[in-house]
């Protein structure tokens, strides 16, 4: 019903069109649970328990399967139960940011659908990390939450006031004390002054900044992660990863956030340059993704959440054999529709069976390739 009903009807629409009404519809799915019972009408099984050797323990929290949500779906904290319900095994709540923000103007998101792909610029529109935190309460999820948080988006915050910014979100967070894990994104390109915080002195600064907040901290962090692009050179990478392993506090890494990269596109030059500014994501990724994984993981051990074209379940063991433990997807989601992720844990299943591996790791992925 997706593919023959409900995509082509949400692509007749703008993507910011179909991206509002898509959320809108989704948080009130998640306020009425007896929505839920609709699922199977868009390929949502009613029973899904997905084979234990997909499962992983990493950072002490345990994972049922691989596929994560990616930040940026659910900025609100208002989707969890109804994500829960698609199957996915863990989801990325934000980015959030001290201040709120309305984000860039429209129009700020574009599909190209020949690649597969999206551009955005949404310019981490939230109400806030406070706020955001206020709308997880309402709900207990059986599956881990990160956190993610960014720097607002106002070009006027720089240098020391944005390491402020970050410090008074995950001050916020650690004291709320509910995150399984904290995403720091360093890497979004879509803020106004278009600056992150890859720049390994400027990330230097940051975490040095970060420590304080780190040992004030009522309870003990969870895992920190850092978010990073794939639009990074290998020698910058590795500076990064070195800094990182610095911080006890910083045991993962997220790669990759959307790039800024327009090469090697299908769509027409002259259409692509029209959109503007803004982070690709979706299929036009996938190799960079990977890439920056398998670079990644040469030089660190912590575990690795690869991210940026995981539509199905080659996606996703293609991720793990280059170093991922975990895979989120985003634009997946949107092109695949809301069954995907069932899907994409049935023919892993299949694999695993066919091919008699009985446990799915960056180790084994390759196997079932």
């Known amino acids: 019903m997706y593919n023959a009903l409900l995509r082509p009807l949400l692509f007749s629409l703008s993507s910011d069109q179909a991206h509002e009404l898509t959320i809108h519809a989704a948080a009130w799915s998640a306020r009425n649970r007896w929505s839920h019972s609709l699922l199977p009408f ?16 990493l950072w002490g929290i345990h994972f049922h399967h691989p596929v994560g949500l990616a930040a940026g779906f659910d ?16 989801l990325d709540i934000g980015s959030m940011t001290a201040k709120p923000s309305n984000g860039n103007p429209l129009p700020r998101s574009f599909r190209l659908k020949r690649d597969a792909s999206l551009i955005n610029r949404m310019g981490l529109n939230n109400s806030g990390t406070s706020s955001v935190l206020r709308h997880l309460d309402a709900f207990k999820p059986s599956i881990p939450r990160s956190v993610n948080i960014a720097k607002t988006h106002d070009p006027t915050i720089l240098g020391e006031e944005g390491i402020q910014d970050y410090a008074q979100s995950l001050s916020e967070v650690l004291t709320w004390g509910k995150a ?86 299908i769509e027409p030059t002259d259409r692509v340059s029209a959109m503007g500014k803004g982070g690709l994501s979706g299929k036009a990724i996938a190799g960079w993704s990977t890439q920056s994984i398998e670079w990644l993981a040469s030089s660190t051990s912590h575990p690795i959440i690869g991210v940026g074209g995981v539509f199905n379940a080659r996606d996703v063991l293609e991720k793990m054999q280059a170093g991922a433990s975990l895979v989120q997807m985003y634009t997946g989601l949107v092109y695949e529709g809301p069954g995907v992720v069932q899907r994409i844990v049935s023919d892993l299943t299949s694999l695993m069976q066919q091919k008699g591996v009985e446990t799915l790791s960056p180790q084994t992925a390759g196997l079932l390739l």
């Not at 900025?75 to 863990?90: A, D, N, T, Y």
């Open 180 to 265: 399984d894990l904290i995403t720091l994104n360093v890497s979004c390109p879509n803020t106004a002054e278009g600056k992150t915080f890859e720049n390994p002195d400027s990330l230097s600064a940051l975490l040095s900044g970060l420590d304080t907040t780190i040992k004030e901290s009522p309870t003990a962090p969870p895992p920190i992660l850092l978010k990073l692009s794939c639009d990074l050179e290998k020698t910058v990478l590795t500076e990064i990863t070195q800094i990182a392993h610095k911080k006890a506090w910083i045991q993962g890494f997220v790669m990759s956030n959307t790039s800024t990269r327009r090469d090697g596109l």
């Open 75 to 90: 900025k609100e904290g208002e989707l969890v139960p109804l994500m829960q319900r698609l199957g996915f095994s863990h």
């Open 42 to 57: 868009v390929g949502v099984k009613r029973r899904f328990q997905p084979l234990s050797g997909l499962s992983t323990t």
